[in-house]
């Protein structure tokens, strides 16, 4: 039992005789008092999350000819043309060479100038997982396999319990954070409420591309409301429940984050880089001046969170597909750009995440759910120009397939997890708290991020 475990068994004995609100603030402190890593420096995390699942076999494609023929006899339709694809040159032992398809070329250039990296074939897992044993009914296997809610909240919550409240990143930010202080969280979402932010202390911080929502009534910035908020401010504090109390504590530390929030942004000089039009790129160029405010706002850790649809490619994947990879390749091309821009690229690591891969067969116009899938690590900590985790085969019925083209994946979303945690300076203790069934699983093979 360490020190938090203790503390907490200790208020555990006296929560019946407290009120909720004092059993937080007392959590509060306990979680201050048992930080227990330094943390130097500034780093952020920046989570991409492909909404519907990313068919990355059309992401990354046999380039040579009999593996290239492998693929297109599986993908019929589907099949990227093979003069329309750019090699990627790495040193990985691979079974079969691979490249990207030409309107992912900025990501290819981002490869080769070892600021990418691909980590192939990662899904939940309960345990390293064999076709035989799932055939002969003895693999444990996550529940809810191929539906879209349940293997989201697999990924946001780093395990295999759909049940679950806390995400991985609101369980580091419980530890790390100091939640005792009303400032602003860590983690910061622009896609709303989200499990793998959300912690069992910390709340995420939800803001658009445009800033940080303010209660327009009450924008001090806006003269004629002054009158307004001084009627409001004297009605609440005529009220001394205790849920009037948390309420008013709520709408100040609310107003009072907005504020400063939105007057850091508008603080900062213009950018030389600039992001496209879409919601992608907003969303990004977003982040890149909320990190830019990193001092102002007194950050050192953060964790953002941005959520891409569309990638459910049932149908018109020939149509749509390439448009997405194309939208998230130039739209990360642009935030790399944004990081150099900001002398910050080895301290901010980019990465993909999506429901699950897809069929390698086509149902005629698109593509099934699946399970094991290709994510997207960059940044210049990233061990780039590499590529991480065991291939599947792409044929039909093979050691990796469970059925049309579902791949088992061979490196769990729990690993991919652990090692973005390990670079964001998490002890080992504290990862196994973050991800406390890791150590079922090997992560020799997957050091893609450097240590410092």
């Given at each position: 039992?360490?020190?938090?475990?203790?503390?907490?068994?200790?208020?555990?004995?006296?929560?019946?005789?407290?009120?909720?609100?004092?059993?937080?603030?007392?959590?509060?402190?306990?979680?201050?008092?048992?930080?227990?890593?330094?943390?130097?420096?500034?780093?952020?995390?920046?989570?991409?999350?492909?909404?519907?699942?990313?068919?990355?076999?059309?992401?990354?494609?046999?380039?040579?000819?009999?593996?290239?023929?492998?693929?297109?006899?599986?993908?019929?339709?589907?099949?990227?043309?093979?003069?329309?694809?750019?090699?990627?040159?790495?040193n990985t032992s691979l079974p079969?060479?691979?490249?990207?398809?030409?309107?992912?070329?900025?990501?290819?250039?981002?490869?080769?100038?070892?600021?990418?990296?691909?980590?192939?074939?990662?899904?939940?897992?309960?345990?390293?997982?064999?076709?035989?044993?799932i055939e002969n009914g003895s693999?444990?296997?996550?529940?809810?396999?191929?539906?879209?809610?349940?293997?989201?909240?697999?990924?946001?919550?780093?395990?295999?319990?759909?049940?679950?409240?806390?995400?991985?990143?609101?369980?580091?930010?419980?530890?790390?954070?100091?939640?005792?202080?009303?400032?602003?969280?860590?983690?910061?979402?622009?896609?709303?409420?989200?499990?793998?932010?959300?912690?069992?202390?910390?709340?995420?911080?939800?803001?658009?591309?445009?800033?940080?929502?303010?209660?327009?009534?009450?924008?001090?910035?806006?003269?004629?409301?002054?009158?307004?908020?001084?009627?409001?401010?004297?009605?609440?504090?005529?009220?001394?429940?205790?849920?009037?109390?948390?309420?008013?504590?709520?709408?100040?530390?609310?107003?009072?984050?907005?504020?400063?929030?939105?007057?850091?942004?508008?603080?900062?000089?213009?950018?030389?880089?600039?992001?496209?039009?879409?919601?992608?790129?907003?969303?990004?160029?977003?982040?890149?001046?909320?990190?830019?405010?990193?001092?102002?706002?007194?950050?050192?850790?953060?964790?953002?969170?941005?959520?891409?649809?569309?990638?459910?490619?049932?149908?018109?994947?020939?149509?749509?597909?390439?448009?997405?990879?194309?939208?998230?390749?130039?739209?990360?091309?642009?935030?790399?750009?944004?990081?150099?821009?900001?002398?910050?690229?080895?301290?901010?690591?980019?990465?993909?995440?999506?429901?699950?891969?897809?069929?390698?067969?086509?149902?005629?116009?698109?593509?099934?759910?699946?399970?094991?899938?290709?994510?997207?690590?960059?940044?210049?900590?990233?061990?780039?120009?590499?590529?991480?985790?065991?291939?599947?085969?792409?044929?039909?019925?093979?050691?990796?397939?469970?059925?049309?083209?579902?791949?088992?994946?061979?490196?769990?979303?729990?690993?991919?997890?652990?090692?973005?945690?390990?670079?964001?300076?998490?002890?080992?203790?504290?990862?196994?708290?973050?991800?406390?069934?890791?150590?079922?699983?090997?992560?020799?093979?997957?050091?893609?991020?450097?240590?410092?």
């Open positions: 039992m360490n020190k938090r475990q203790f503390l907490k068994s200790i208020l555990a004995s006296s929560i019946g005789a407290t009120s909720y609100s004092a059993v937080g603030q007392q959590l509060a402190m306990i979680n201050a008092a048992a930080k227990s890593t330094t943390l130097e420096g500034y780093k952020a995390l920046v989570c991409i999350f492909l909404y519907g699942g990313n068919d990355s076999y059309n992401m990354l494609i046999p380039t040579e000819n009999t593996d290239y023929q492998t693929y297109a006899g599986v993908r019929q339709n589907l099949a990227i043309a093979q003069n329309s694809l750019t090699p990627l040159s790495t079969y060479a691979l490249g990207v398809p030409d309107y992912m070329n900025p990501l290819a250039n981002l490869f080769h100038q070892g600021r990418l990296a691909f980590v192939n074939n990662v899904g939940p897992l309960v345990e390293p997982t064999l076709k035989a044993a693999a444990k296997l996550p529940p809810q396999l191929f539906s879209h809610n349940d293997q989201q909240k697999l990924w946001e919550t780093g395990g295999s319990n759909i049940g679950e409240l806390a995400g991985w990143a609101g369980r580091m930010a419980d530890l790390i954070t100091d939640t005792t202080s009303n400032a602003i969280s860590m983690n910061i979402s622009l896609a709303g409420n989200n499990v793998m932010q959300t912690g069992n202390l910390v709340q995420p911080y939800s803001m658009t591309a445009n800033g940080a929502p303010m209660f327009e009534a009450l924008n001090p910035l806006k003269d004629w409301n002054n009158r307004r908020i001084e009627l409001f401010d004297q009605l609440t504090a005529l009220d001394n429940h205790s849920l009037g109390n948390a309420y008013k504590k709520i709408m100040s530390t609310s107003r009072t984050n907005a504020l400063k929030v939105n007057q850091a942004l508008d603080s900062l000089p213009e950018f030389v880089t600039t992001f496209d039009e879409d919601s992608l790129s907003q969303e990004l160029a977003m982040t890149t001046k909320l990190i830019a405010s990193r001092n102002t706002l007194a950050m050192n850790r953060q964790v953002f969170f941005i959520g891409f649809g569309g990638w459910d490619t049932h149908d018109r994947q020939l149509e749509d597909h390439p448009r997405l990879l194309s939208t998230l390749s130039n739209a990360l091309n642009r935030f790399n750009d944004s990081m150099d821009e900001l002398g910050l690229s080895d301290s901010v690591t980019t990465f993909t995440a999506s429901d699950f891969g897809r069929t390698l067969t086509s149902n005629g116009d698109g593509t099934d759910h699946g399970w094991g899938g290709h994510q997207i690590v960059m940044g210049g900590a990233v061990n780039g120009g590499e590529l991480y985790g065991e291939m599947p085969e792409l044929a039909l019925n093979s050691k990796d397939d469970i059925a049309d083209g579902r791949m088992i994946p061979t490196t769990s979303s729990e690993e991919y997890g652990a090692q973005l945690a390990k670079w964001f300076g998490l002890s080992d203790s504290e990862i196994a708290q973050v991800f406390p069934t890791l150590s079922r699983f090997d992560q020799s093979n997957i050091d893609f991020l450097s240590s410092t």
